[in-house]
């Protein structure tokens, strides 16, 4: 929850080329407190059966940037292995072409940003949500 001194962050995944949410994915949050400050990792948790991921760490005061990192390459992974166990029409190539995706965005105290991630092997999009 954010407050007069801190934003807060939500996000959640779906995968695009399935329509569905991505379930499972390891997300990790850093924040730092200027453009030329470094880097604080804030901890981390993964998405639900819903792909939602409610239950990030809090901002601390002064943030003013934002890092998500997404592990999308084990969410691909275990996705060709669970396509491969149910005898499904092999895709193309159902790798990550992206192992990670890392977003960066600017926050300001008392505002709330969720930033969904549109996700694919072969491409991403995020926006800033509500």
Same mark, same amino acid.
């Given at each position: 929850?954010?407050?007069?001194?801190?934003?807060?962050?939500?996000?959640?995944?779906?995968?695009?080329?399935?329509?569905?949410?991505? !379930?499972?994915? *390891?997300?990790?949050?850093? &924040?730092?407190?200027?453009? $030329? #400050? @470094?880097?604080?990792?804030?901890? /981390?948790?993964?998405?639900?059966?819903?792909?939602?991921?409610?239950?990030?760490?809090?901002?601390?005061?002064?943030?003013?940037?934002?890092?998500?990192?997404?592990?999308?390459? !084990?969410?691909? *992974?275990?996705?060709?292995? &669970?396509?491969?166990?149910? $005898? #499904? @029409?092999?895709?193309?190539?159902? /790798?990550?072409?992206?192992?990670?995706?890392?977003?960066?965005?600017?926050?300001?105290?008392?505002?709330?940003?969720?930033?969904?991630?549109?996700?694919?092997?072969?491409?991403?999009?995020?926006?800033?949500?509500?």
């Amino acid at each position: 929850m954010s407050t007069d001194t801190t934003a807060s962050v939500s996000t959640h995944i779906l995968d695009t080329s399935i329509g569905r949410p991505a !379930a499972a994915v *390891a997300i990790t949050l850093a &924040a730092r407190s200027g453009s $030329d #400050a @470094p880097w604080t990792a804030l901890g /981390g948790s993964a998405t639900d059966a819903d792909g939602r991921c409610k239950d990030l760490p809090a901002l601390p005061e002064g943030t003013t940037h934002v890092r998500l990192d997404f592990e999308t390459e !084990a969410y691909f *992974a275990a996705k060709k292995q &669970a396509e491969a166990q149910q $005898d #499904a @029409p092999r895709a193309r190539d159902s /790798g990550a072409f992206f192992p990670e995706v890392a977003i960066t965005f600017a926050v300001v105290p008392g505002e709330h940003y969720h930033v969904p991630l549109l996700l694919n092997p072969f491409g991403y999009s995020v926006y800033r949500g509500s």
